[in-house]
């Protein structure tokens, strides 16, 4: 076992939009785990940490998938230590009203987004709940909040990971866990003022890990000032 002696983030969904900054700004710090399902981004990623200086690991596998998962913190235990940090960023988008999403697609919507969510949650509560701290943070978006007509397969599971959130916060939090979804509402990217910028966002995800226990948030919005709600 080589664990590290830095605490260990973990970051699903890991591309190259917010992913990618949430490592960025995790590492000054933290040893990060870092996950997606495309091994050759993950690796790439993770020896930029390393040759700045910080320490990565990378996590590959289908987040949707429990045993995949399963295997995957177990890769982490071994080589950083236990997850004080989850940083569920995974998500997935099949588009389109309930004439034209398929049951799989639904279902591939649910597994990312909700299933894959729930998983990895159960697998740091143990060792969150030991210690008496942690920290998960979920990436939600607008269509956790209001679905729209084609958002039939997006929206529900999205509903469901802001529910789990709101599950966990009101279990955990009473235990020193901090658990908050956050809205995406807008655009990503930082070619123009009219999206978020994905550093931008990944500072707000920084403060939300390091709050004063005794003013926790367990839900926010994030969006351009140009989006209009």
Not at 1 to 13: D, F, I, Q, R
Not at 69 to 89: D, K, S
Not at 95 to 100: D, L
Request: aromatic fraction near 8%; proline fraction near 4%; charged fraction near 20%.
């Amino acid at each position: 076992m080589t664990e590290s002696t830095k605490p260990v983030a973990l970051v699903t969904g890991a591309g190259p939009g917010l992913g990618a900054s949430l490592v960025r700004r995790f590492a000054k710090q933290y040893a990060v785990a870092i996950n997606a399902r495309n091994a050759n981004y993950v690796r790439t990623l993770a020896e930029e940490v390393r040759a700045g200086g910080g320490t990565a690991l990378e996590v590959a596998c289908d987040i949707g998938d429990r045993a995949q998962v399963v295997a995957a913190f177990r890769t982490i235990r071994e080589r950083l230590g236990p997850v004080e940090v989850l940083l569920y960023n995974a998500g997935t988008g099949n588009w389109g009203t309930i004439a034209e999403i398929t049951p799989e697609q639904f279902e591939q919507s649910w597994r990312v987004n909700a299933f894959g969510a729930f998983v990895c949650a159960a697998e740091c509560a143990k060792e969150m709940l030991s210690r008496g701290r942690g920290v998960m943070l979920f990436t939600g978006a607008t269509a956790g909040v209001k679905a729209g007509p084609r958002s039939v397969a997006f929206g529900p599971a999205k509903f469901a990971m802001r529910g789990l959130s709101q599950s966990l916060a009101r279990d955990l939090g009473p235990k020193g866990i901090h658990v908050a979804w956050i809205n995406i509402d807008g655009g990503i990217g930082s070619a123009n003022e009219a999206l978020l910028d994905p550093d931008a966002i990944a500072e707000t995800y920084w403060h939300l890990a390091h709050q004063h226990r005794s003013a926790w948030t367990m839900e926010t919005e994030l969006r351009p000032f140009k989006e209009k709600f």
